[in-house]
Structure formats: structure tokens, C-alpha cells
């Protein structure tokens, strides 16, 4: 089964979105009755479109499979605001077929794949990112970085989620 996706650009992820947008990952009944505890707006980022940035390619068949349940453990962990490491590094990437990414993004950027990536064993062997790449040692994420390029990210990509899962029929 293949998730819904929503494409914006970076500007339109920032300002919010004005049109409709599509579908709804499905979750099983038994999770379901498991999370009724739940916010309205928890289960609506659970079910909700993976955000992508328009033009740019999808996440490819990898990446996504690990958003679902990425959520669910950020949603019971109790996180409120954020997106996922997961859908943070998928917008990105689509977002870096399009147009080269700022300095500060490209970092992020980098970042992000190597944690992602190292979370979720997508290397080969004993491979790092940062080694892949010719670097020396692992990339590194500045206080500076996080608190204002990254999670003002995942602010908005978790805002657009919830929001396209309220638009979303059914």
C-alpha cells in the first residue's frame, strides 16, 4: 500500500497551503483501539499525507515505510508539535531535486540522512554516511540548527499533515 503524499513548496509549507489535499494512511483497527486516548489532532498527523516538496521526486519505496510508525512512536512519546526525523529528511530530499538547498538546509540536510539512515540500518556493512561522503567524521547538528532551521521544519510539515488529514474525505 502506498501513502498518500502532498506536495508544497517551501514558501507554501511556510505561509500554509490554501487547496484541498489528499488521503489518509490508513491504520489498522486494534492500533486504533489502542490509541483512543488520543487528541483529534494526534490521529489526524498518524493518518495523515507524508509532505513532500513539489517537483521534486517522493522518498522512493524505503524511506516512507518508516514514516507510519515513526509517527506513532513520536505521538506516544508525547510529542505535540513535531514532525518526524523521518518526514523532515523526506521533504528535504524532494526538495533538493528541485533547486539547491541553502547552506543551512544542505547541513541539516546531511545531518538528518545520516541519522535517519543510521536509525534504520540503510547502510551496508560498517558503513557511515559521513565516511560514504569523504568526510572525516560524522556531521553535527548545532544547537542554532535545531532550534531554528530544523524544528521550525517539522513544526510546519506536522502542521500541514494535520491540517491535509481535516481535508481529507471520509
Known amino acids: 500500500m502506498t501513502a498518500p503524499t502532498v506536495q508544497l513548496t517551501l514558501d507554501d509549507l511556510l505561509a500554509g497551503s490554501r487547496d484541498p489535499l489528499p488521503g489518509q494512511v490508513p491504520i489498522p483497527p486494534e492500533v486504533l483501539a ?24 517522493d522518498a522512493g519505496e ?3 515505510r518508516y514514516i507510519p510508525l515513526a509517527r506513532l512512536d513520536l505521538v506516544l512519546a508525547g510529542e505535540k508539535d ?38 534504520h540500518n540503510l547502510t551496508q556493512g560498517n558503513q557511515t554516511v559521513w565516511g560514504m561522503l569523504g568526510r572525516d567524521g560524522p556531521f553535527t547538528l548545532t544547537p542554532y540548527l535545531e532550534r531554528e532551521v ?4 517539522r513544526r510546519k510539515i506536522r502542521t500541514e499533515v494535520i491540517r491535509s488529514a481535516k481535508k481529507a474525505p471520509g
Open 150 to 153: 530544523l524544528d521550525p521544519l
Open 82 to 119: 513535531l514532525a518526524t526525523l523521518e518526514e523532515a529528511l523526506a521533504y528535504l530530499a524532494s526538495a533538493s531535486l528541485c533547486f539547491p538547498l541553502h547552506g543551512e538546509l544542505a547541513e541539516v540536510l546531511l545531518w538528518l540522512t545520516q541519522t535517519v539512515w543510521e536509525k
Open 34 to 57: 489502542r490509541l483512543e486516548h488520543l487528541h483529534a489532532n494526534e490521529l489526524r498527523y498518524l493518518q495523515g499525507p507524508i509532505v513532500y516538496h513539489p517537483g521534486g521526486w
Open 62 to 64: 524505503i524511506l516512507p
